[in-house]
């Protein structure tokens, strides 16, 4: 149904026809290679589109000036933004296309203030493309990760906040924060997220401030685009970003207690970073013993396609290829970490949907980076049996392992005897790789144990004169 309207208003919407049609096309070109890297920004601009769609079908006499102003004002706005975008993509052929389309349509949208004719428009209906269906075919979003993060989070008992914290080159990183005390940073592993820290963040708030974060390329923090292929290339963009994290929060030294992934990232952290670690603990560390490549080559042929799987660079892409039949995938080859959840609630669906969730985004920076790290089976290319036993004195560093775990506790025994600094070893009883929930009471116990230990050790120096470093004691 056409309208008649005021010339002001009708030659604004027809300025904003034009300019919302060059915009969709833009942004079209641009998320395809975009993604998440400025969640921010493309939330405004996504915001603009629709403002502006919404804005060609309004007929309302009464608000051709305030129109008039929220155009200008989004015209300039959203020049920012694709400015920011094109540059960080390389993109200066799409920004100077766009930047001579906002300048002619700018111009027209001033002179059209004293504008006195009037015509009937039809709002322009956008074509669809492929990118409007990929969503319905992978049934995920942030949105629903945030959802399912919180209901990951509902057992908790202990107040807590959640935030994203930005970092350097528009990354970010999601953070909880609970607890009051000395702060001990918890890194979870791979395919994970810091809700899987929920049975342990409430015992540890009792006597430190626990920060547990996503690692980017995982959970609700940044999957920006990475250009890197070596494992150095790997281990700098997790390192590099938590110490960005880091210094943006305000840390000085802390406790760093990381679990498989989150492990091997945690003691590559501290051979870069020594002094600021106060404590360092690997929990079922990922990438401590030599690799074994006889290994692979004596596996039956079936057993070599899944090393290949599992060393690929996106190894966790088939739960995005089969769509709405990831979650069912997801609940039936890892159900077993959600009747792990048994013993803290009765409903553990909201387990296997932050799983799923968790590993079902894109871009699949995590896994890339992963994928760089490691070789045949997943051995770390640069383990860390020859490299943890570089850490100098003064970081104290524990082992902690599921007794029944698949983690080469001998590797981690022999890296445990060859440290300089204080050091020890536990095993967890009735644990598997997973000790954080399978027993995470004892688990709890035993870090806040050691944590008493490392405190008291310092305390005990200090009082004699021996510590290093006086800021060691908090």
């Known amino acids: 149904m056409h309208t008649e309207i005021p010339a002001f208003t009708q030659q604004c919407k027809r300025v904003v026809e034009i300019l919302y049609s060059t915009s969709l096309i833009t942004m079209q070109i641009l998320m395809k290679q975009w993604y998440q890297r400025r969640v921010r920004d493309k939330k405004q601009a996504q915001l603009f589109l629709l403002h502006f769609k919404k804005g060609v079908a309004l007929s309302t006499p009464s608000l051709s000036f305030a129109f008039y102003h ?11 933004i694709l400015r920011t975008i094109t540059f960080s993509l390389n993109k200066r052929g799409v920004l100077s296309v766009f930047s001579n389309t906002l300048a002619v349509t700018t111009t027209k949208v001033r002179r059209m203030s004293t504008s006195t004719a009037t015509e009937t428009i039809t709002p322009p209906t956008p ?18 990760l945030e959802q399912a993060e919180k209901g990951m989070l509902s057992v ?98 802390f406790t760093l207690l990381g679990h498989s992934l989150g492990g ?68 039936r080859f890892r159900g077993d970490i959600s009747r792990r959840w048994e013993i803290l609630t009765e409903d553990t669906t909201s387990v296997s949907s932050y799983l799923y969730h968790l590993n079902a985004q894109s871009p699949p920076l995590g896994e890339m980076a992963f994928s760089a790290l490691s ?59 997973h000790l954080y929930i399978d027993n995470h009471q004892s688990f709890n116990d035993t870090v806040l144990e050691v944590a008493d230990e490392v405190h008291l050790n310092l305390a005990t120096e200090l009082s004699i004169g021996v510590a290093e470093d006086p800021t060691l004691l908090v």
């Open 127 to 144: 074509s669809k493309t492929v990118w409007d269906y990929l969503p319905k075919w992978v049934p995920t979003s942030s949105s629903h």
């Open 70 to 80: 929220t155009l200008l004002h989004s015209l300039t706005h959203y020049s920012k």
């Open 264 to 331: 091997y990232i945690a003691a590559s952290y501290a051979l870069k970073h020594p002094t600021q670690i106060q404590h360092l603990i690997l929990a079922d560390p990922w990438g401590v013993p030599q690799p074994d490549l006889d290994y692979v080559s004596k596996l039956p042929f079936v057993w070599k396609v899944v090393a290949k799987m599992v060393t690929m660079n996106n190894p966790l892409s088939v739960v995005r290829a089969v769509g709405p039949y990831g979650p069912k995938l997801v609940n």
């Open 156 to 253: 908790l008992n202990v107040p807590y906040e959640t935030k994203v914290v930005h970092i350097k080159n528009g990354a970010y990183i999601n953070t909880l924060k609970a607890g009051s005390g000395p702060p001990i940073v918890l890194v979870h592993g791979f395919g994970a997220g810091l809700g899987f820290w929920a049975a342990n963040i409430g015992a540890l708030s009792t006597r430190f401030t626990v920060y547990a974060i996503d690692l980017v390329g995982f959970g609700r923090s940044s999957r920006h685009e990475w250009k890197g292929k070596t494992s150095e290339d790997a281990e700098g963009l997790f390192v590099d970003s938590i110490n960005d994290w880091a210094v943006t929060v305000g840390l000085k030294k």
């Open 375 to 433: 070789q045949n089976l997943g051995w770390a290319k640069n383990p860390l049996i020859d490299r943890l036993p570089l850490l100098p004195s003064t970081v104290p560093t524990t082992f902690i392992y599921g007794e029944r775990t698949w983690m080469d506790i001998d590797a981690g025994t022999e890296v445990c005897n060859k440290m300089k600094g204080p050091s020890r070893l536990v095993l967890i009883k009735d644990a598997t790789h």
